[in-house]
């Protein structure tokens, strides 16, 4: 029989939800902002108009495996493929600090050499898989397990730590402090097997979760209209939305950052869930595409697909797109310093910090995922915030509200 499912967020979480249960449910999708897909946000720069040029300001790559179920989500939607394009590899990695770890008096930013930076990536990759295989506790923090690394202290700061600094938008000591798992998964790599390359669509990150929103046929997808509370009535969750709108719902899937979901449960039925949910904490990033060259290295040869840099307690990364129409840059900022001038677009997310003591909220979450009819999805739910794994988060939740989806079991067939 047919339930009332309200979905919230139509990040990749809320939209592969609504996507999977629509053919057996009435579902309803509320999201706040104008345009589907979340973190997914691709800019096209005006004038060129060709696919190709298409830059994505927030989820930059997806890796390549054809067996990911974001290969598989996109080859039910049609995007076969040739949708997708590899993307180059390669970082420069530039630091304040000379070649003794002491910073420099200019405080100029000089490239590290090739390989101390390559044999700290190569290290982080042996271990955290390591860490990964072995089952390390989502707990330990990584400076307890990068202490072992055989480099000097500065090297161990400015080459290992600078990967998460950069990805979660903190310090390099805040780095330090975050579970070495959830970190460790984003760049282990098994030794024994080939390297799987990064890919994106050619259309742009975007154009997925915009084929998504098309596919949906019988759900109500409401873009500009937020939930705004959750309360419990006759037995479900009783969800009010930003235009006044009330839905008696039989289930309510939350796929919003954890303070949006904090904020819209009420306190009087929900306070066992809002406890795990207040430890979440987000650091704020701030995209940029521009044409300057002020973030990069003045030797031109020197310049990499991605190049790091490494200055007083940060590191910022700079993407380089060589475009028909000239020189693109797509800077990240978490210092709140102000970007180079005359960005062309730019957007701001907040990106989850996996601590221990997040990881710990988590596993509390989802103990009490589908009480009272209300189900978490998307990054909130997954130790590791990967697309893939928000993805596959919304999986775990069809597969407990509709477990005789076709769409789910085309999803899983042969895994
Ligand atoms: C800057 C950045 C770069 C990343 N790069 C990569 C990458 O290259 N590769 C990768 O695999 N992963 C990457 N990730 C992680 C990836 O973005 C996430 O795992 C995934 O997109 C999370 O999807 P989601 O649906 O859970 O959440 P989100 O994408 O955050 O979507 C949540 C949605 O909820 C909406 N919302 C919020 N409040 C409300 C409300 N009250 N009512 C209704 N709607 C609401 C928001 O507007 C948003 O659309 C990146 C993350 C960030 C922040």
Redesign the pocket.
Known sequence: MDMRVAI????????TAAWLLEDSHDVVL????AQ?????RTFYPPGTGRVPEAV???????PSAPDSMVMRLAGELGMDRGHWQPLPSGRLLLSDRDGQGRRRTADALEPVPREVAVRAVALMAEHAYRWKSGRLGWEVPLREMVRDFDLPDWVREVAVYSLPAA?FGCTLDEAGALSARAVGELYAEDPSAPAVA?CRPRGG?QSLARRLASRLFRAELALG????SVRLRGGGPEVT??DGCRYRTDALVL???AD?AA??LSPHFFSPARAPLASYAYRP?L?QVHRSTCRMPVDRRLWAPTTMSVHGARAETTDWHPTSDGDLFVS?ISSGAPGPGGPLASAS????QPTPGMLRAQRKLLALQGDDGVFF????T?PV??????LG??VAVARRLAPRSRRLARLLADT
Not at 8 to 14: E, L, R
Not at 30 to 33: A, H, P, Q, W, Y
Not at 349 to 352: D, M, Q, S, V, Y
Not at 385 to 390: C, D, F, I, P, V
């Open positions: 919230a967020g139509a990040g990749i979480a809320g939209l509320l999201e706040k902002r589907p897909g979340g973190n997914l994505e300001l927030g989820v930059r790559e997806v990805t990064g990150m209209t937020a939930l705004r939305d930003t796929a919003v950052p949006e904020r819209t990033l995209y990240q997310f907040r990106t989850l999805a998307g990054h909130v997954t915030n990967t697309l893939e794994n928000a988060s919304a």
